[in-house]
């Protein structure tokens, strides 16, 4: 595998660390300890020349987000992303992000996003309301069209099972990817009503997916960029 997406708290919620910015090799500087998650995580991409996506907790300015990084093969961060639209508990513990500027990065099959679980509310046609969706967050749909991805990599800790069809998981990602018209690489957990991911085609079929109730992986081939 050349790019690894990993779900939403893929570790739990073990504490906090300081978020890198785009740029930033953390295994090879002192702000990150070593035995650290995004330290190890950073120096495993570079060892085995993936791109690795994971999302985990982060301080940043004495905030706390939710946190996408895309860690390139070389251990530097290619992306970083705080979750717009937060969900349950983390509206009272975490401060939701405020631009895409560090968001996205480019690939060779395209130009990839970061989004991390509910985010997905505010940027699939036909189904955010105000009541589904914050004002703060809506701006992430204009501003991630804006910058018109090709591939969206996607992090869910989903609660919503298959009995209510417009917010099922795998409905939600089918819809994020035919109508944003791009390839959809998600990993979602395994806990819950809402399992489901997979890889997903600009037409919202389906390249491969799984419902497991147990850890898996899904593999797929993405189309290079022409």
């Given amino acids: ?12 919620k073990k504490g906090a660390e300081p978020a890198p910015a785009v740029g930033d090799r ?17 120096a495993l991409a570079d060892e085995l ?11 940043d300015s004495g905030k706390k987000h939710n946190t996408s990084l895309a860690v390139d093969g070389e251990g530097k961060v290619a992306a970083r992303h705080f979750k717009y639209q937060l969900f349950g508990s983390e509206v009272s513990s975490y401060t939701a992000g405020d631009t895409v500027a560090q968001s996205f990065f480019d ?5 990839a996003g970061l989004m991390i679980c509910a985010d997905a509310q505010c940027v699939v046609t036909g189904m955010t309301t105000t009541a589904d969706c914050t004002a703060h967050a809506l701006k992430l749909t204009k501003d991630y069209s804006a910058r018109k991805p090709a591939l969206v990599l996607f992090s869910a800790f989903w609660s919503v099972g ?36 997979g890889i997903w085609k600009p037409d919202g079929t389906a390249l491969k997916t799984t419902e497991a109730v ?5 593999y797929g081939e993405l189309p290079l960029k022409k």
């Fill in 1 to 12: 595998a050349k790019l690894v997406v990993t779900p939403e708290y893929f570790q739990g």
């Fill in 26 to 42: 953390p295994a090879k500087d002192a702000r990150w300890k070593k035995d650290a998650a995004i330290s190890a995580l950073s």
């Fill in 49 to 59: 020349n993936i791109t690795l996506v994971f999302s985990l907790t982060t301080v």
């Fill in 107 to 111: 690939t060779p099959a395209g130009r």
């Fill in 162 to 197: 298959p009995k209510n069809p417009t917010w099922w998981s795998m409905a939600v990602q089918k819809k994020v990817a035919r109508d944003g018209k791009v390839w959809l690489v998600a990993a979602n957990t395994t806990k819950g009503d809402g399992k489901g991911g």
């Fill in 214 to 218: 147990k850890p898996s992986i899904v």
